[in-house]
């Protein structure tokens, strides 16, 4: 008979193996951003959302589609615009005159993953109605509570870069997001690559699930049972409160950072093959989980002063707990 750290060995192992192999195929895809790709998973197994933010062009939805083809699960693909409504996205009651009663149709929400093409082209008021599935797994329409399925992931990509037409994301919808990544511009070696592979055909229509949702609940179910220490623990919230601290900040991290922080780095942990988390995987975690939650003061921003060396400044005077504790 297995032993119990025997049987948490071999889980973390699976973890391991499966996140590899849609690791390996969304590669197939997006060349040369291992540690993007890395992140993503990372926020899939924590049971996060991710807000994918860079220029246009970069791949941000061809990631994004690679890793939901990745899982044998369902997909859909809302194309934010400034006409989309609210009742678009979680559905709406139709009156159905045979039956003479009302149906509920369901949105585009009603999926495994949900990927949100350029949100920040919607309204606040059509932004708004992700807050609440976002958050609890569930949509409320006329009074009537229905809740998602199981693995439930929003992917949102959004440009930073090109303002016109464009609604900022409010501080409460950033704050869902578990991480914001930003893919950055392909090595010349990998744009090269790009031309041969990209150019005749296009490489998401080979592109087979190497999973599926059931292994995924599966893993998110381990990735919860890594250990966390006290002083990890100690350490996860010092992190967040000296964001709450800065001068340079007008807003700090909320207690929602500290625990999608603190998630991420147990799914780090798991995808390293440990069932525990070192101060190191929270480190790790520190820009993609936090950066977007802060706001900077006026007198940061008027000194060029960027929210990345800002937060990589607050990290660093944070005691980092001995391994030993």
């Known amino acids: 008979m297995e032993s119990p750290s025997t049987q948490v060995d071999a889980d973390v192992d699976t973890v391991a193996r ?3 192999r849609i690791q390996a195929n969304v590669e197939k895809v997006i060349e040369g951003k291992g540690e993007v790709v890395a992140a993503s998973i990372v926020v899939l197994l924590a049971e996060g959302h991710l807000l ?10 061809m990631l994004s589609k690679a890793l939901a083809r990745s899982i044998d699960s369902t ?9 989309l409504l609210p009742s678009d996205i979680t559905g709406v009651s139709v009156y159905n005159q045979s039956t003479r009663e009302f149906e509920f149709r369901p949105g585009g929400v009603f999926a495994n993953v949900v990927i949100g093409d350029e949100i920040n082209r919607a309204s606040p008021k059509t932004q708004s109605a992700l807050l609440e599935c976002m958050a609890e797994r569930q949509v409320t329409v006329d009074n ?7 693995p439930f992931m929003v992917i949102a990509t959004q440009n ?7 609604y900022p994301l409010p501080e409460a919808q950033r704050d869902r997001f578990l991480a914001r990544v930003s893919i950055g511009y392909p090595v010349p070696a990998a ?19 190497v999973t599926d949702s059931a292994e995924i609940r599966k893993m998110c179910a381990i990735v919860s ?18 964001t709450r601290h800065s001068p340079e900040l007008v807003l700090g991290a909320s207690p929602r950072a500290t625990l999608h922080l603190v998630r991420a780095a147990k799914a780090r942990a798991a995808l390293h093959r440990r069932d525990y988390v070192l101060p ?6 520190v820009q993609p989980v936090l950066a977007h939650r802060l706001l900077p003061s006026a007198e940061a921003a008027i000194g060029g002063r960027s929210l990345a060396t800002i937060l990589e400044g607050i990290a660093a005077q944070v005691p980092v707990p001995d391994s030993s504790s």
């Open 18 to 20: 499966v996140a590899g």
């Open 52 to 61: 994918l933010e860079d220029v246009p062009g970069v791949g941000k939805t």
């Open 75 to 83: 997909v859909r693909r809302i194309q934010f615009t400034p006409d």
């Open 144 to 150: 009537v509570t229905y809740h998602l399925d199981s």
């Open 160 to 166: 930073p870069v090109e303002m016109e037409g464009t």
């Open 191 to 209: 744009e090269i690559a790009m031309l041969a592979s990209h150019g005749a055909v296009n490489p998401l229509d080979d592109l087979e699930p």
């Open 225 to 242: 049972q890594v250990h966390v220490s006290e002083a990890v623990q100690r350490y996860a919230v010092a992190l967040t409160a000296a």
């Open 280 to 285: 190191d995987d929270l480190r790790a975690l």
